[in-house]
Structures are given as structure tokens and as C-alpha cells.
């Protein structure tokens, strides 16, 4: 009544509370005076211990952990909205005990967030602060293990119940106590290199085709929505983007996956050593709270390969008895990376800026994928324009080019233009990998396994073609794993179709992720503001820290999804972030100026382009590009095939020998052989002499005004100012020493 006044109908009906009125209700019992003040005597606050507020406890640990001021925390609770500085300390350090306390009762390190007998997947990677330094000493490279589980229902959790009923808060207590030995000793480990694969895998590695066909048609259909709709009135429903175009049509059925983190390590996760200590706890872990499962461990390119090294030379943990599943996220990276490498030299990141779409380094960013969901972004607005651009092409040449049978469909059109024109292959090429990299991803944001194994059969020969070797190899051992999985572990092979095999983080439909995605945003949780910055160059601080900093995490992220109004209950189905009317309104937008931008610079699907060349400069490839670009699916396929072949099925070469490398050239710099400094100048002096000569003789012959002969550059780059294109860069400029009193009125020159 204090906050929204009275009123006679909530007298009558249930009373509504926001999280205004529990936050004024719980200040006014948490500053409440304990006793009666005597008469003429000051008042003393007395702050009681049975007292202590959640909003209060939550205002003190959430602003230390953000800032690790001593002096803020007590201002804050001077004015009676915090807990002291003290106090907060008293809480994170029993926390810590109690969760020491919890793993010694039962006897294993295992996060009490873990529900029994459900499907548990496991991510390690490096937590790292600071490496590239070559000066600091406060530099940390520790482990990181996060614990995820999808559950079906939510059901009270007895494990965690359990350890809140032993909860106390002790004073004055400043250290943690030890965690068991078993799981902070790491023991030393030596594996052996050169080793080849265990037998498992056939000849034959196809697996479902036709799913992947299907989802590439489904995803042509989108490009024909966004074409179909992309002139008409924009609203919330109109579905153009990528994410929401798909959001759509499937809704999330999972709900957000129970996360969980183990205490830190302090050695780094790419030692042998480490990697087989994580094996035990995580096996011991999963053995505790479901047992019988086949523990599974996701981690990225360097550490599966370092895993797959143990599991061979080691039956204790070989691959009866774990399944290493490679990180999703970084596969992306890496396919959004090979896009790159074909787009690189081409003029697409020239028309990205152009269209404004992004600043012209943002856009070379995107040929590395610098920043994953921005460039994923530019490559669905690149798919939707060249759909558009061939579209538009198609119709022209069914209208214009007496050559073409009015009555062709465009699939034929397209395999006849592909035959004749090497730039209507390349960007059809271009545009054919966006939508398998769109599949794939896909595949993660639905939790279907099938297409996460089909559209990764097909990624790996462009991982072999763009020299991505070490990604090439490794992913060719992990879809061996993912494709005989069903008979070595039939039980995770049924949770993976289950869609176990990545985390979701909200009911938001169409927002799953990868699992080492989701244990990336722990690790940068733990690396925010408060996190373990500040503390590599105090060790007690650091140990206190690994410790109970996963347990503050969790209960400030805890007490923030119990806000009243934020997060109350759980909707059936959520919308995606991008279906939005803004968000579609903008990607429409950044269509259109990109079908533009390319347009002004000539439709690369037209008939009339027979050569290769490049959209911004229209320089033409030499001959070597072309024959290049016609090899290049076929050379990544060949070289998948003799990979797989000798090192999986037939076993006759060690899977760490080494990968030929190939000679790609297409628009990029190896096409270009470059001279000495010295012949090159002479070769354009000469050049130009002859230039200079032809175009006087000729300017002679026409009668033509000399004066205005000179006045023009005969070459785009100014001489004085540069070489071969490039800027000169001088040593030094001494603004300093220009002579005083120079006259600056200058006259120009009535010639050049």
C-alpha cells in the first residue's frame, strides 16, 4: 500500500507483489532497530545476524565481486542497502567450506547442482588471464570444467537440498579448507606420438544424404522468402532473417540445461598430465550422480587431439570407456574462417563496406570470422543478395540471350552458366558453402545429430582444401567417433539424438548452442569484472577464488533469475531475439544496399561475364586462378578420401603425419609473382616511357591541346607519393626544421 496506495480492490483480491515492495520490506527488516532506544541517548544501529536480507546479501557480494572495493561495500551498507565488507567476506568464505564440506560427506568432487540419473556432458578448456604478456608476473593459466545436464522436467534437487540445510555462515573465518588430494594432485604422464588409429571405421562414410539434401532445399526456401518479401511492408512476422525465419518453425522443447562448474585448476589444461587428471574427476563426477554413463568430454582443437593421444596409448581411458566430442563452436570458427579464405582478394569485403553493412576493417575481419555471430551475419546477408542478383540474372537472360531456351528451369540454367562462366562458379561456390555452414549450424540450434554428422561430413574437404590441417585431421578422427558411435556406445548415441549434445541456455526457440560454447561464457563470467583479475599475484587469494568463485557465480545468477518480474516462470515457448519488427526491418535494409553495392559494381552472374575477376577493381584472374577454382571441391575431396583411407580405415600411416599443403590461388596475393625492387621500377619506367610515347604520337596526330595532354595522370597512382599502389613510408618527417617565413601563397602552375 506504501509503494502503490490504497485501494479497496486489493483488499479483495490476491495482493500483487513486485520486486519493488519485497525490496523496500526486506530494508526495512533488515535496518530495524534490535532493542529500545533510551531516552537521550544517540541511536545505534545494531544489525542482527538472523536478519541478513537476501537483497542485502545480494547487493554486497554482487558490487564486491564486481569491484573488489572495501570502501563502496561499506558505503553501501552506511546507508542500509548492503551487508558490511566483513560480512560479505564471512559468506563467500563459508560457502567455499561448505561446498568442501559437501564433497568430503559424499566422497567425490561433484557440483551439488547435478541431478541423479540424468545424462551429464562434460567442456574443459583453458581459463586464461593475461598470456601474451612477456612482462607480467601475474599471469594465470589454469583449467576450467564445466558441467551440463538437459532435463526433461524440473523436480526438486535432494543433493542441494541437502547442502543448504548445512549451510552456515561462520565469523572471523578467513581461509577455506583444503579440497581432497585426489582431486587437486595432478600425477605426471608421458605419451607417446606417432600412433595410429584403433579399427572401427569402414570404407564406406556416408551417412543420411538425403537429410542434408532436404535442409539445403529448406534453405533455399528461405532465400526465396526473404526475395519474395523483401519489397513488401516489414512487420514482426515477416520472418526474413536467418535466425528468425527458423525460429518460426521449430520451437524449443528443451529447457535451459542445469550448469554447473568444479573448482579450478592451476594447471594448464594442454599438458598430458591435466588432461588425464580431468578424465578421472569428471569420470568419478558422472559416476556419482549417474552411474553407468560413459562419460563424455567436450573440448577444442588442441586438447582433442592431446585426448585422442591418451585414449590410444592408454586402455584405462580409451575409447570403450570415453567419448571425446569435439567443440561445435569452434568448428563454426573454423568454417566461417574457410569462407574467408574463398572470399579473400574477391571484393567482398569492399562490398560489405560499401553497403555499409560495417566499417571497412570490420569487414576484413570478417575473412578471419574475427567476431563469429557479426560474420555469420554478413554471410546471410551475402547469401540472400547473391540469391537475388542469380534470380534477377535468370530472368534477363531468358528475355535477352537468344542462346537460352525461354522454357529452362533454373537449375539447368545454372549448371549451364557454371560451364561457361568461371565467376558465375566461383560465387555460386561461395554461396553453396554459406548454406552448409548455415546446416551445420542449424544442426546445433535444433539438436539434430543426424545433420550435425551429415553436414560435417561435408564441411571437412574445404578444411583440407584451405589448409586448415590440424582442423581436417582431428575432425575427420571426431566424425570416425560420431559415425561408429551408435554400435561402441549405443546409450550416448541415443542421448545425442535426444539433442544431449549441446546446452541450452533459455527456452528461446531456436537458441541452442554447442557445449564448449556454453563453457565459454562460464570462463567469461569468471573473467569479468571481479572475477580472477586482481588476484594472480596473491596465491591465498587466488586458492580462495578458484575455490568459492564458481559458488558465488552461481548463487548471484541464482538470486537474479528469482527476481520477480524478470524471470518469474518458465514460458512454454519463447521468440528468438531477432523476431523483431527492428531487427527484420534492418536486415531487409542491409539486403537491399547489398544488392546494390554489387549491382553498381556489375551483377557477377550476368551472361555477359565470361572471365574472373574481382568485384571492386574488375581486374581479370590470370588462367592459372580459373583452373584452380574448377579442381578446388574436388581436390578437398580427394585428399578427405586419401586421409581417411590410409589413417582410419586401412591404418597403414600414422594419423600425425604430416598434410600436404596446397597452392590455392585465386584472388589472393600467390597469384602475383613479385620482383626485385630494381627490375620492377626499371619494367615500369619502360612501361611507362612507351605509354607516354603512344599517346603523344596519337595526341599529335588528332590535333589535340598539349596543355590539356598534361594536365592528367596517365597511371591511378601517384608517383610521388607512392609505389606500385603502395604508400611510400618515410623514415622520419622534421615538421620542425621547415624554414620560418616561407611564403604559403603559393601560385599554381598553369601547366603540369
Not at 49 to 68: A, C, D, E, F
Not at 615 to 634: G, Y
Amino acid at each position: 500500500m506504501i509503494i502503490n496506495g490504497p485501494n479497496i480492490k486489493d483488499q479483495a483480491e490476491p495482493p500483487n507483489i513486485t520486486q519493488p515492495v519485497l525490496a523496500v520490506a526486506q530494508l526495512l527488516m533488515g535496518n530495524a532497530y534490535k532493542q529500545r532506544r533510551k531516552p537521550k541517548e544517540p541511536p545505534t544501529q545494531i544489525y542482527v545476524k538472523n536478519r541478513q536480507m537476501p537483497l542485502s546479501i545480494y547487493v554486497g557480494m554482487k558490487v564486491h565481486s564486481l569491484t573488489r572495493k572495501r570502501q563502496l561495500v561499506d558505503s553501501l551498507h552506511e546507508l542500509g542497502l548492503s551487508e558490511s565488507y566483513d560480512s560479505i567476506m564471512d559468506i563467500k568464505t563459508s560457502l567455499g567450506n561448505n561446498i568442501i564440506n559437501h564433497y568430503l560427506n559424499e566422497g567425490v568432487v561433484c557440483p551439488p547442482q547435478l541431478r541423479t540419473e540424468e545424462f551429464v556432458v562434460v567442456a574443459a578448456d583453458n581459463i586464461d588471464h593475461n598470456p601474451s604478456s612477456t612482462t607480467s608476473t601475474g599471469s594465470f593459466h589454469g583449467t576450467g570444467i564445466s558441467l551440463f545436464q538437459n532435463c526433461a522436467v524440473t523436480l526438486p534437487n535432494p543433493r542441494e537440498q541437502r547442502l543448504w540445510e548445512t549451510f552456515q555462515i561462520e565469523k572471523q573465518v578467513k581461509e577455506i579448507r583444503a579440497l581432497p588430494s585426489s582431486f587437486t594432485e595432478v600425477k605426471p604422464l608421458l605419451v607417446p606420438t606417432n600412433m595410429t588409429a584403433p579399427a572401427g571405421l569402414s570404407e564406406d562414410r556416408q551417412r543420411n544424404p538425403m537429410l542434408l539434401t532436404s535442409v539445403v532445399r529448406e534453405e533455399k526456401e528461405w532465400l526465396d522468402h526473404v526475395s519474395d518479401h523483401l519489397t513488401q511492408e516489414i512487420n514482426k512476422e515477416s520472418a526474413l532473417s536467418w535466425a528468425a525465419f527458423h525460429a518460426s518453425k521449430y520451437q524449443n522443447s528443451m529447457l535451459p540445461s542445469v550448469n554447473s562448474m568444479l573448482p579450478l585448476f592451476r594447471d594448464e589444461a594442454s599438458s598430458f598430465a591435466m588432461l588425464r587428471h580431468c578424465l578421472v574427476v569428471v569420470q568419478a563426477a558422472i559416476h556419482h550422480v549417474n552411474p553407468g554413463q560413459t562419460p563424455v568430454i567436450c573440448v577444442d582443437q588442441s586438447l582433442f587431439a592431446k585426448l585422442k593421444q591418451i585414449q590410444w596409448s592408454d586402455e584405462t581411458y580409451s575409447e570403450d570407456n570415453f567419448v571425446i566430442l569435439f567443440g561445435g563452436f569452434h568448428i563454426e570458427m573454423t568454417a566461417l574462417k574457410v569462407l574467408g579464405n574463398l572470399l579473400k582478394g574477391s571484393g567482398w569485403a569492399e562490398m560489405v563496406s560499401k553497403a555499409n553493412i560495417s566499417s571497412a576493417g570490420t569487414a576484413d575481419s570478417f575473412l578471419t570470422a574475427s567476431h563469429v555471430t557479426r560474420t555469420r551475419n554478413a554471410h546471410q546477408i551475402t547469401a540472400c543478395a547473391l540469391h537475388i542478383l542469380m534470380t534477377q540474372a535468370f530472368t534477363e537472360a531468358k528475355e535477352t540471350d537468344p542462346d537460352i531456351d525461354p522454357g529452362i528451369d533454373f537449375d539447368a540454367w545454372c549448371a549451364l552458366q557454371k560451364e561457361k562462366s568461371p565467376q558465375f562458379l566461383f560465387w555460386t561456390t561461395c554461396l553453396d558453402l554459406q548454406l552448409l555452414v548455415f546446416s551445420f549450424v542449424r544442426a546445433i540450434r535444433t539438436a539434430n545429430f543426424e545433420l550435425y554428422v551429415s553436414a560435417l561430413n561435408k564441411l571437412v574437404p574445404w578444411f583440407f582444401t584451405f589448409n586448415h590441417t590440424h582442423y581436417a585431421r582431428w575432425i575427420s578422427v571426431h566424425l570416425r567417433d560420431m559415425m561408429i558411435l551408435s554400435e561402441k556406445h549405443p546409450d550416448v548415441y541415443q542421448q545425442f539424438k535426444l539433442g544431449k549434445f549441446v546446452v541450452a541456455k533459455s527456452k528461446n526457440n531456436f537458441s541452442l548452442i554447442s557445449v564448449d560454447q556454453g563453457h565459454e561464457q562460464n570462463n567469461a563470467v569468471l573473467k569479468d569484472d571481479g572475477g580472477i583479475i586482481g588476484l594472480t599475484q596473491d596465491s591465498d587469494a587466488l586458492v580462495k577464488w578458484t575455490i568459492s568463485g564458481p559458488e558465488t557465480v552461481r548463487v548471484i545468477a541464482e538470486f537474479e533469475k528469482s527476481i520477480v518480474g524478470k524471470s518469474n516462470t518458465i514460458k512454454d515457448t519463447s521468440p528468438h531475439h531477432q523476431e523483431t519488427k527492428s531487427a527484420q526491418i534492418r536486415f531487409a535494409k542491409q539486403v537491399t544496399s547489398m544488392v546494390d553495392a554489387i549491382l553498381n559494381a556489375g551483377n557477377p552472374f550476368s551472361s555477359g561475364e565470361c572471365e574472373m575477376i574481382r568485384l571492386h577493381s574488375r581486374e581479370v584472374m590470370p588462367d592459372e586462378s580459373v583452373t584452380c577454382l574448377k579442381d578446388l571441391q574436388a581436390r578437398g575431396e580427394r585428399e578427405y578420401g586419401a586421409f581417411v583411407k590410409d589413417r582410419l580405415v586401412d591404418r597403414t600411416t600414422a594419423v600425425s603425419e604430416l598434410i600436404q599443403r596446397n597452392k590455392v590461388t585465386l584472388f589472393n596475393e600467390q597469384s602475383i609473382k613479385f620482383k626485385p625492387k630494381g627490375k620492377e621500377m626499371i619494367s615500369e619506367l619502360k612501361s611507362e616511357a612507351s605509354l607516354f610515347s603512344r599517346l603523344y604520337v596519337s595526341c599529335q596526330r588528332r590535333d589535340g591541346n598539349m596543355d590539356e595532354f598534361f594536365r592528367h595522370e596517365h597511371q591511378p597512382f601517384p608517383p610521388s607519393l607512392s609505389t606500385s599502389g603502395s604508400l611510400r613510408q618515410e623514415k622520419e618527417i622534421r615538421f620542425g626544421e621547415l624554414p620560418r617565413g616561407t611564403n604559403a601563397n603559393c601560385r599554381k602552375p598553369t601547366t603540369i
